[in-house]
Every structure is written in structure tokens, then in C-alpha cells.
């Protein structure tokens, strides 16, 4: 049972005034987070205690981040790659799969993803020789139809990179639809952008046949982190990369060989102060039920959907208050729309299922400029541009001066929501 007076309570930052409502990109970090950040930066130099082995307690923090990032999305924590963050990761990935990329392979990318699970392959296709086919988004609703996939993906196929969730607008793309279909067809693998989907819904990247999931944790309220997830350790095998010097490797062992190419994809080292946070930020998700028992990932799996369900009313509470102004146009959610989202229990709100982000238009007045009015109202959201959306510039937002984004997150009241649609309402 999710208790929302209980979760805001856990975030120090709601005592100073302000109305968050920015979780996209600055979400805010709980107490149990920014505590482990400190005591980590603070002894990760330090010995470990002799009975855990040699090294330091950073190395420990950093054994610890990999198996709390396996247990979010249902890995193991010899797949899991680490990194500053997902776009940093990705670029490393996409420039180290020249054989999948060559010349006569195809790359299959979606116009509904963010730009950061776009551009490296986009540059990699035309580094190595590879052709991109895209897949559209259906405009009205932003949401990316499934379909359309049968028809894109052939015996060439090598990558097909789609996004779980749209950052901005919030709609679920069918990820396992989109795998049956690439691997009915082609040894191809599946990148799934997983940053916009982790903070609300359970991963478990098996049930998802992805085959690599990336995130990162800040908005989870973790730590400028990002991972990557290798579904089978084989994968790793075919990464050309310059390996981690390590010591003699005589042995054909597959974890040795994953455990060599995961230290060279984490090139330029890790921040074991940093990670030591990771298990915390997972951790916090796992406990916003506190019924929930059992393992990391089962406890995840029972207290996110009773979040999603609390943060979607919100996300819903908002689109009928823009809505009652006339005038403000919430994208992706059309006149004939009677509210926002769809229960984890199948009912239908929308035609669209949607994770709770929300962003929106007030005519006559650029995003930036609605932001800062926000701000000078003491409330704080984000605004997206054509650099930020290649969906929005499909569908023409960018051209308006952009939108106005809202993401949600565990702190979130309907005050906050009332607070923007009463500052809002003095605009139009």
C-alpha cells in the first residue's frame, strides 16, 4: 500500500518551499540516498574489513551497485555495465559492434525515443556502413504502434532501439511484441531505453526478451549513474573493444571473458562514492510499500504499481485542470480523450497507455517563458525543445517554442498540481 504523506516525508528538500515537479531530469534525492552519498564518499578509501577480501570498501560499493541494478531490472550482476550515464554508455556500446553494423545490416531506430538512444547508432550506422529504417509515431498520441515493426524488421536486422516509455509525454511502448518480432526474424539484439519507465513500472528484462536495458538512476532519485544490462553474458563475447588489462587470460571461461569486456566498457573507471548510493535509490523504490516482502526485485514488483497507480491520478488530476482552461493544449492527449493513462488492472482511460508525464502548450507563449513564470511562482518543471524530441518535432511542438514538461514522482501531492493549473490559469 502506497502511503503518499509517508514517501514525502522521506525527502528532506520538501521543507524548502519550493513545488517540484521536474523528476524527468532533476529529480529530487531522498534522505536515505543522500546519506549513503556521504558515508560512501567518505570511507570508500578505506580498507576493506580482511574477512571480505582485499581491496578497498569502494570496491565493495561498486560489487554492491551492480547486483542492486541487476535486481531493478531482473539481470545478474555480471551484465550490468556502469557508467557516468546511459548516453556515455550507449555511445561506447554502438561504436563497439562494427561486425553488427556493417555494410548490408540494418539498424532499426524510433522517432518516440529520446536523442540519447538515437544519435549513437544513427553515427555508428554511417561509420560502419549500416543502413536506418525508423519507425513512426502515430502523432495524435504519440504513442508508437507495433505494427509497423513486422514490417521493418527483416533477416538483416542487427540493432532495433526503441524507448520504453516516452520522457515527455509518458507513452508505453509494447517492448516484448517488438522482441518476439525481431527474434522470430533475425539474431538481431533489442536496446531498450528504460530511463522514463524505471521510476514507476517493474523491469524484468527476461519477461521483456530485451536483450540490453539502459537507464539511468538520477531519476529513480539516485545518483548521476548510468547501466547498462546485458541480458546473457554471451553478448558481451561479440563487443570489439580494447580490453582492461586484468592479468594473463589463458582460461575460455564466458564470465571471465563478460567480467573483461564489462571493465572495458566502463572505461575511464567508475566513482565508487557515487555508486555506493545505487543500492539505496533501489532500495528506496522496494520500500514505498512497506507491506512488501522478499527479494530486491519482488519487493520492487509489488510496491511500483500501487506508485504508478497514485502518480497517474495525479498525471490525470492535471490534464482535466489544463483542459478546463479551453485553451491549453496537453500534447498527445486529444479533445475526444475523457482523462489520462490506464490502470495496471487493464481499464482504459485513454486509447494510449502512459507512464505519469505530462507536458503541454499555453498559446501565445514560448516554454521557456511559462517556466520561468512557474518559477517565480515557486514552482519548478522542465522545458523541451527540438534538441530534446525528435517526437515533438514530428508533431510540431518544437516550432511553438516548445512544451512545458511535468514528470512525477513519490513526493508529489495534488496540492503541487493545483499549485501549477492556479499559476497556469493567470496566463491564459
Not at 531490472?73 to 556515455?88: F, N
Not at 507495433?146 to 507513452?171: D, M, P, R, Y
Not at 512497506?290 to 500501487?306: M, V
Not at 516548445?402 to 498540481?417: E, I, K, L, Q, S
Request: hydrophobic share 45%.
Amino acid at each position: 500500500m502506497f502511503d503518499s504523506a509517508r514517501a514525502r516525508g522521506l525527502y528532506v528538500s520538501q521543507s524548502d518551499g519550493w513545488t517540484y515537479l521536474n523528476a524527468g531530469s532533476r529529480a529530487q534525492v531522498p534522505e536515505k540516498v543522500s546519506s549513503a552519498v556521504t558515508q560512501s564518499f567518505r570511507t570508500a578509501p578505506l580498507q576493506a574489513d580482511p574477512a571480505h577480501g582485499a581491496g578497498t570498501r569502494g570496491d565493495a560499493y561498486v560489487d554492491a551497485a551492480r547486483v542492486a541494478v541487476a535486481e531493478l531490472v531482473g539481470g545478474t550482476p555480471e551484465c550490468v555495465v556502469l557508467g557516468p550515464s546511459r548516453a556515455a554508455l550507449l555511445n561506447i556500446l554502438a561504436s563497439a559492434l562494427p561486425r553488427m553494423l556493417r555494410m548490408g545490416r540494418e539498424v532499426v531506430l524510433s522517432r518516440v525515443d529520446d536523442p540519447v538512444n538515437i544519435a549513437p547508432w544513427e553515427l555508428a550506422a554511417d561509420l560502419y556502413g549500416a543502413s536506418v529504417r525508423w519507425a513512426e509515431a502515430e502523432l495524435t498520441t504519440g504513442a508508437l504502434p507495433t505494427w509497423q515493426f513486422s514490417e521493418l524488421i527483416g533477416t538483416s536486422t542487427s540493432i532495433v532501439a526503441v524507448a520504453a516509455a516516452n520522457a515527455h509525454i509518458g507513452t508505453v511502448t509494447d517492448v516484448r511484441a517488438i522482441a518476439d518480432l525481431l527474434h522470430a526474424k533475425s539474431n538481431g539484439w533489442l536496446v531498450v531505453d528504460a530511463a522514463a519507465y524505471a521510476p514507476y513500472r517493474h523491469i524484468d528484462i527476461h519477461a521483456w526478451e530485451a536483450d540490453i536495458v539502459a537507464l539511468d538512476l538520477a531519476p529513480l532519485g539516485g545518483p548521476e549513474v548510468g547501466a547498462l544490462v546485458f541480458r546473457d553474458p554471451a553478448m558481451l563475447a561479440q563487443l570489439r573493444l580494447a580490453e582492461v588489462k586484468t592479468g594473463r587470460h589463458s582460461t575460455p571461461d564466458l564470465l571471465a571473458l563478460a567480467k573483461r569486456r564489462v571493465a572495458a566498457l566502463e572505461r575511464g573507471g567508475l566513482a565508487p562514492g557515487l555508486l555506493g548510493a545505487v543500492p539505496a535509490a533501489v532500495d528506496f523504490l522496494a520500500g514505498l510499500d512497506e507491506t512488501a516482502s522478499g527479494g530486491r526485485h519482488e519487493r520492487l514488483r509489488i510496491s511500483l504499481p500501487a506508485v504508478e497507480e497514485y502518480l497517474l491520478s495525479l498525471a490525470r488530476h492535471l490534464v482535466d485542470g489544463l483542459r478546463d482552461f479551453g485553451v491549453v493544449h496537453v500534447v498527445g492527449v486529444s479533445e475526444d480523450d475523457g482523462s489520462y493513462g490506464a490502470s495496471n488492472h487493464g481499464e482504459s482511460y485513454l486509447s494510449t497507455e502512459r507512464v505519469p508525464r505530462v507536458s503541454f502548450l499555453v498559446p501565445g507563449l514560448s516554454a521557456s517563458t511559462v517556466v520561468e513564470r512557474l518559477r517565480d511562482n515557486g514552482v519548478v518543471a522542465e522545458t523541451v525543445g527540438l534538441e530534446d524530441s525528435a517526437l515533438f518535432d514530428q508533431m510540431g511542438v518544437a516550432e511553438m517554442g516548445g512544451a512545458v514538461c511535468v514528470a512525477f514522482a513519490p513526493h508529489n501531492t495534488r496540492y503541487d498540481v493545483d499549485q501549477l493549473v492556479r499559476v497556469v490559469g493567470g496566463m491564459v
